[in-house]
Nanobody, 120 residues
Framework: QVQLVESGGGLVQAGGSLRVSCTADGRTFGNYAMGWFRQAPGKERDFVAAINWSGGSTYYADSVRFTISRDNAKNTVYLQMNSLKPEDTAVYYC???????????????WGQGTQVTVSS
């Protein structure tokens, strides 16, 4: 079992930057690929970025301005978001699974989400 806790969300003006973090408990964080997804009100949960267990491979949704990274020593995965736009407003979720996938179905564990709001 892996428990994930996101942090770092908040309100930011368009054009600004924000870094959200996801910290896992347990000693098996390094065994998992990690993904970031987001869900806006009334919309489906969309893939944002994913990273394999070592951090050597990363995957992104088209046209994202974000960077995913991880620090296995700190059991933490990050999403650095730059040039934010109002359409980036959503709840951002991190997830852990065996493979770095664009599909939410491939992930076994999810955090509770952190709200990111971008004002125009």
């Amino acid at each position: 079992q892996v428990q994930l806790v996101e942090s770092g969300g908040g309100l930011v003006q368009a054009g600004g930057s924000l870094r959200v973090s996801c910290t896992a408990d347990g000693r098996t964080f390094g065994n998992y690929a990690m993904g970031w997804f987001r869900q806006a009100p009334g919309k489906e949960r969309d893939f944002v970025a994913a990273i394999n267990w070592s951090g050597g491979s990363t995957y992104y949704a088209d046209s994202v301005r974000f960077t995913i990274s991880r620090d296995n020593a700190k059991n933490t995965v990050y999403l650095q978001m730059n040039s934010l736009k109002p359409e980036d407003t959503a709840v951002y979720y991190c997830a852990a699974g065996p493979f770095a996938s664009r599909s939410p179905l491939e992930y076994d564990y999810w955090g509770q989400g952190t709200q990111v709001t971008v004002s125009s």
